[in-house]
């Protein structure tokens, strides 16, 4: 018997045989003639017939720009790793890796389009003028995101795993109504984040099939970065995940995920298709979370550090340098720059989270409802009284650490 | 005043919220051309059309996680949850985004969101359409609760509530869906407010949703045998409006608590340690509730048993004065 290791087909009425169920059947790998690719690891431009045009006008000066914003959040990415270690902040949720995947969804959203971020998405949050000083609060613990998410179109980050692919549908049967589908220059469309591990989530099937019932202009952006913490993506399907847009009646895209290119102009077309009334659309941005699933998370326990070392080597960041030096004649200079930038940025991002003042003590009882609750309000009343209390006798924790 | 049904003073307040505000949508199971399987929408989907009265793909997750999307679009969704034991696949929903949204967006945020729930037994219904969850909402910050027991309530609340910018959890008594009562010309009471709806001097009852007309039957058989009770409809099950349910213990130094839920971690169980706390030096005797059963809904042939009925209430009165 043969021992089939995957299980790609292009056919969409083939099943998996017996032989490929019984061998391990893995429904996750990347070879393939789907997967969207314009710029090779090695750093070289390639066309696609399908999704080339939607990058067409990248030249030097726009690669740079991209390149710019991906060395910016790396930085900020690793400032913020470190400021957990140096416990600044509870927790970190790394994105390295994935600055492709979320830098060419982000820069392909115009600003009336929505997004729904899960909680991984400081790069998408970095493409919608959000301040990364603005995330640090969700980690450190001082609030549960700051920015204005009507204002921004960025919805703040979702950390129950999947909730947004339903709360996205909804927004996007909303502009539907409104009429905001179609031709015209105001049209909109929503863009949803997710992960592998999501797929398996009811919510992300349930907004699935709402959003094929109302033709809802959705995006889902499924970054597929291969683990959901210790648990690899062959846990969670059989299938390619592009594949099972099939199944919804909506078309799905595999796209190199650590191609900055390939991820704007698939999510260019997507975005398109939803706009004029073709939504919805899966994408599936196929990459690598080359970090811990957070600070608290240990790969070594569950994974080989061999596949981290193939995962370098496609190395989003790397190959856009390459290829801005050897196609576009790009000199150190630029790269010195943004290094430099990106090291003043961090900086910044430090000095902002260490002098973070701590929410003052009413801080927990403000906006739980519109209309203010007798019982909440006398709970809150009680509790200042006890806590101006211990202020004007002294702690006997000692002083007070102090508040806004 | 006009008089109508408790379902035909739901559909009328579903229709003025409807003409007032375009922003109000109806979305459910059953809830468009069928008119809701209790028929509470019935000819919205006709006059309003299919955009703002959705019939649903069958998945009740999907409908509280896109009403919290349309209204952070700027909607103000009225979902329908087919029967109270169907709202959990939805909960997740309702727990971790809809009653959060406005608290993690400090406000920026709104969800005026309401989710109508048929709740209670007394329907001879088959597992699963009989339930009383309200306890399980009323527990969660960040959404209001609650429940009408007459078509006037009915009216004016589900007004009130799809006017206001909480998320509401709204309980209908499903087995009251059927009687006649007069509906007001305007608002006969706040939203968040309980209400006396009998006044009496010696054994304070306060009960909500379809449970109020068994408590006032109950009066009334009392009141044959000697004995004066006060009937308090809660209506507001989070926040409690508990003002008025102090003022009458004060008076009358006894209260029963009457709900068909399970009495364990329940909408009782927060009225009778309130009460507690508030009027301890008034209290003739301990705060006693007459309940449903801590057990699973039982089927159908035991329900005379399970729910409260005239008899048990009287019991815990008689309880309460015997003490």
Not at chain 1, 363 to 390: D, N
Not at chain 2, 222 to 230: I, S, V
Request: charged letters at 25%; a negative charge; aromatic letters at 8%.
């Amino acid at each position: 018997m043969s021992r089939p290791q995957s299980w790609v087909p292009t056919d969409p009425r083939s099943a998996p045989t017996r032989e490929h169920v019984l061998s391990g059947l893995k429904g996750t790998d990347e070879g393939g003639a789907e997967l969207v690719q314009l710029l090779t690891p090695e750093g070289q431009r390639v066309s696609d017939e399908r999704f080339g045009s939607y990058a067409d006008d990248v030249g030097a000066e726009e690669l740079q720009g991209f390149y710019r914003d991906m060395v910016l959040v790396r930085r900020i990415d690793r400032e913020g790793n470190a400021l957990q270690r140096q416990g600044q902040l509870g927790i970190w949720v790394p994105l390295l890796g994935q600055e492709a995947a979320q830098i060419g969804a982000g820069r392909a959203a115009t600003p009336r389009d929505m997004i729904f971020p899960s909680y991984r998405e400081h790069g998408v949050a970095w493409c919608r003028g959000i301040d990364p000083t603005d995330l640090l609060g969700i980690f450190r613990g001082t609030d549960h995101g700051s920015w204005d998410p009507i204002a921004a179109r960025f919805h703040l980050y979702t950390i129950v795993i999947g909730n947004q692919c339903l709360n996205a549908t909804g927004y996007a049967m909303g502009q539907r109504f409104e009429g905001k589908v179609g031709e015209g220059p105001d049209a909109e469309a929503t863009m949803c984040f997710f992960g592998d591990g999501a797929t398996s989530q009811g919510d992300v099937h349930e907004g699935f099939v709402w959003a094929a019932a109302y033709d809802a202009p959705v995006v889902f952006y499924c970054q597929n970065n291969q683990w959901a913490i210790s648990v690899p993506l062959e846990r969670q399907t059989r299938v390619p995940l592009f594949q099972r847009a099939r199944g919804y009646g909506f078309p799905g895209v595999r796209v190199d995920g650590n191609d900055v290119l390939a991820c704007l102009a698939v999510s260019r077309w997507a975005l398109e298709e939803c706009r004029t009334g073709n939504g919805p659309v899966l994408i599936e941005a196929f990459t690598y979370r080359m970090d811990a699933h957070t600070t608290s998370d240990d790969p070594s326990r569950y994974r080989l550090a061999d596949e981290l070392e193939l995962w370098k080597l496609k190395d989003p960041i790397e190959r856009v340098r390459v290829n801005l030096v050897r196609e576009h004649g790009v000199g150190q200079e630029f790269f010195d720059e943004v290094q430099a930038e990106s090291d003043e940025l961090a900086a910044r991002f430090r000095a902002f989270c260490v002098a973070m003042p701590d929410p003052a003590p009413d801080r927990m009882f403000s906006e739980v409802y519109a209309e203010p609750s007798p019982q909440l309000e006398a709970q809150k009343q009680a509790f200042l009284e006890y806590h101006a209390s211990f202020e004007a006798e002294g702690s006997l924790a000692g002083p007070s650490t102090g508040g806004v | 005043m006009t008089t109508m049904t408790l379902a035909k003073a739901l559909n009328s307040g579903l229709r003025a919220a409807m003409e007032r505000d375009p922003k109000v949508l109806v979305m459910g199971e059953d809830v468009g051309k069928l008119g809701g399987v209790f028929r509470v929408t019935d000819g919205l989907a006709k006059d309003f059309g299919e955009q703002r009265v959705l019939d649903t793909p069958l998945s009740e997750s999907g409908i509280i996680g896109t009403a919290v999307g349309l209204a952070i679009r700027g909607f103000r969704p009225v979902c329908e949850i087919q029967f109270d034991g169907f709202v959990f696949p939805g909960y997740d929903q309702i727990v971790s985004q809809l009653a959060k949204v406005r608290f993690r967006s400090q406000g920026k945020v709104p969800m005026p969101v309401v989710v109508r729930i048929p709740f209670g037994g007394g329907i001879g219904a088959v597992e699963h359409h009989s339930e009383s969850p309200e306890s399980l909402f009323a527990h969660v910050a960040g959404l209001k609760v609650v429940a009408c027991s007459n078509p006037d309530d009915a009216h004016w609340m589900i007004r009130q509530a799809i006017a206001s910018d909480d998320p509401v959890i709204f309980f209908e008594p499903k087995r009251r869906y059927w009687e006649k009562g007069e509906v007001s010309e305007s608002e006969p009471a706040p939203l968040f407010s309980s209400r006396v709806v009998r006044s009496g001097a010696d054994v304070t009852v306060a009960c909500y949703g379809p449970l109020v007309k068994t408590c006032l039957e109950a009066a009334a058989a009392a009141e044959a045998e000697g004995t004066d009770l006060e009937v308090i409809d809660l209506r507001s099950l989070s926040p409690l409006d508990l003002g008025p349910v102090f003022a009458s213990v004060r008076r009358t130094g006894r209260l029963v608590v009457v709900s068909e839920a399970p009495s364990e971690a329940s909408v009782t169980s927060e009225v009778a340690a309130r009460v507690q706390e508030e009027c301890f030096h008034s209290l003739e005797a301990p705060v006693l509730r007459v309940t449903g059963f801590d057990t699973p809904y039982p089927p159908s042939k035991c329900e005379d048993d399970y729910l409260p009925d005239l008899d048990r209430v009287l019991d815990g009165v008689d309880r309460a004065l015997g003490w």
